[in-house]
């Protein structure tokens, strides 16, 4: 056994971009830097490789059994289960959303038995998964709840290394202000340290936006936010602000003041994030038991079967995943 981490790789909704994206991945040479294991059926991966015209050369194993590092790095375990199925492209589906959590559910239970180090995924529809089956809101619940996390898990948003996470997330803005408490703003802070960390960074700049206009006209800040910071610096954590949220992203991201963003609410983080680097998102599941990434945009059904869907997001989530298995295994040195 060689020391490269082992990373399973699921090809994403296969009616939209992940197919055709992951069939490029594997052949890039940053997936040398890893075993590779892909998990998913034959008929998606070879209609991938068709879009895309790249021939992954994958070896082929029934099982995590088979796979066998000394006689190569990618391999791919076909769960088509003597079915050769089609999906129906550019529309979200119950079919393949089925496929998605098949493919999902596989990867988790390597991870859980500690087989594979992380999971990096195309992208997926969250209406699809639910059309499918899924009984959660997104795959990031349904991740938790298979791996049994009960400690607290959050998403991240990546652009060019430079990590946001949220104290609130997908509730009303009116339910905002009573969730901004200093117990709640702790939890992202330590886990966006923490996670900072195992990926290779040795003391984050952990910025904290504020929640009022200029950070000003309320009480949060004094009440909660400030209190909190001044609580993570008493952690070890190298946290500032508050900054008031229309230059929060001038401050610490363009000025390369800190590694990465504590937002209150959604949009707060979203709108600088994407208007910086959109095209270069990668989202990281935080907090889990495995490290979990994909492209942080869509299926893009509009363009699926066009071969001109952006790779860097993909290569980007890849190198992620492959630095916090890096951490990963480090530690337990």
Not at 160 to 189: C, G, M, Y
Request: with cysteine; charged share 25%; glycine share 8%.
């Amino acid at each position: 056994m060689n020391n490269k981490p082992t990373i399973g790789i699921i090809l994403g909704d296969p009616s939209g971009i992940g197919p055709e994206l992951v069939s490029k991945l594997l052949a890039d040479k940053i997936t040398d830097k890893a075993n590779c294991i892909l998990i998913g059926e034959r008929s998606i991966l070879e209609d991938g490789e068709k879009t895309s015209g790249v021939k992954t050369d994958l070896i082929p194993a029934k099982n995590f059994d088979e796979v066998d590092f000394s006689k190569g790095s990618k391999f791919f375990i076909d769960i088509t289960n003597g079915k050769n199925r089609t999906y129906e492209k550019k529309i979200a589906n119950a079919e393949s959303g089925a496929s998605v959590l098949e493919s999902l559910d596989y990867a988790l239970d390597l991870a859980k038995a500690k087989k594979i180090h992380a999971i990096n995924f195309g992208p997926m529809n969250k209406t699809s998964l639910i059309l499918g089956g899924c009984k959660y809101n997104d795959e990031h619940e349904f991740m938790q709840e298979k791996l049994g996390m009960k400690e607290f898990c959050c998403e991240f948003n990546v652009v060019d290394n430079f990590w946001t996470a949220r104290v609130t997330s997908h509730i009303p803005l009116k339910d905002v202000a009573q969730n901004i408490t200093i117990e709640n703003i702790l939890k992202p802070i330590k886990l966006i340290d923490k996670t900072l960390r195992m990926s290779g960074m040795k003391n984050p700049r952990v910025a904290v936006q504020a929640l009022n206009p200029h950070g000003e006209f309320g009480t949060e800040e004094k009440d909660e936010i400030i209190p909190a910071i001044e609580e993570a610096k008493k952690m070890g954590i190298n946290a500032g602000g508050p900054l008031p949220c229309d230059t929060s992203f001038i401050t610490a991201f363009k000025n390369k003041e800190y590694d990465c963003i504590i937002g209150m609410y959604h949009d707060a983080l979203q709108c600088g994030l994407k208007a910086f680097g959109f095209d270069r998102g990668v989202t990281v599941s935080g907090g889990l038991s495995v490290p979990v990434t994909t492209p942080a945009h869509g299926t893009a059904f509009d363009i699926t079967d066009k071969n001109i869907a952006n790779m860097e997001p993909t290569i980007n989530s890849f190198q992620i995943a492959l630095d916090m298995s890096h951490g990963l295994m480090n530690d337990k040195n």
